[in-house]
């Protein structure tokens, strides 16, 4: 079942600017996820916060998340070229006996020159 | 070295066909799975094996069976093939997830499969 909304669905900057995309999820949550897809890629592991974070930093990679209003941001400042890609949210839903992670639809990225 | 390999990489064949994807972990994980990614980018989860026990089995067509010999294997094989099948599968490694929240996957490159 999908769980997270990204939004926007699509976004395109040039190289420099900075990009934030948002997503949304529906229940109570252990931790949320970023992942980034390269065409014709796997999904490469970005950044993990736990539900008692609300900010969180790696590189030019920062995710914040608010609990109460159910959603999360990710920022990446500076974009390059090789930033091109999808970005997906998943969540680790408490209470989910099973542990696994509800896909969100994702945010293509795309970083013009 | 590759963390999760997956072959073939592509995979195109005719309906009624079977065929096998195979998935292999260098992680040292426990756990494994099976994702299908539609034209839409839609990733949705199939199966998951915990020490080569099934602890996930999505709604997907029983012509879909995961096999694990072993914790570093999860292959995926697939009866009676349709076209509805096309997507691409990605399988996936974590930690035990057994008693905690679930950690991050390790993603292998994926088999696009083509069912003509």
């Known amino acids: 079942s999908q769980q997270g909304e990204e939004d926007p669905q699509a976004l395109s900057i040039q190289e420099g600017e900075n990009a934030t995309m948002n997503c949304s999820y529906k229940t109570s949550i252990n931790n949320l996820q970023w992942y980034r897809q390269n065409s014709g890629r796997g999904l490469v592991h970005l950044i993990l916060i736990r539900s008692n974070e609300r900010e969180k930093h790696s590189g030019r990679l920062r995710v914040t998340l608010d609990t109460s209003k159910k959603s999360s941001s990710l920022l990446i400042t500076a974009s390059r070229a090789a930033d091109t890609a999808s970005y997906f949210c998943a969540t680790d839903a408490t209470g989910d006996s099973n542990y696994q992670l509800i896909w969100g639809a994702g945010t293509k990225l795309i970083i013009k020159p | 070295d590759t963390a999760v390999s997956q072959t073939p990489k592509y995979l195109v064949t005719q309906m009624g066909n079977d065929k096998s994807i195979k998935c292999e972990q260098n992680l040292g994980h426990d756990t494994m799975y099976w994702y299908k990614q539609d034209s839409k980018k839609f990733l949705k989860i199939m199966f998951s094996?915990?020490?080569?026990?099934?602890?996930i089995n999505e709604t997907v067509p029983n012509r879909f069976s995961p096999k694990s010999p072993d914790k570093a294997h999860l292959n995926l094989h697939i009866n009676s093939l349709e076209l509805g099948d096309s997507a691409v599968y990605f399988c996936?490694?974590?930690?035990?997830?057994?008693?905690?929240?679930?950690?991050?996957?390790?993603f292998g490159p994926g088999t696009r499969l083509t069912v003509l």
């Open positions: 094996y915990n020490n080569k026990e099934l602890i």
């Open positions: 996936a490694s974590s930690q035990d997830l057994r008693g905690r929240a679930a950690d991050e996957q390790f």
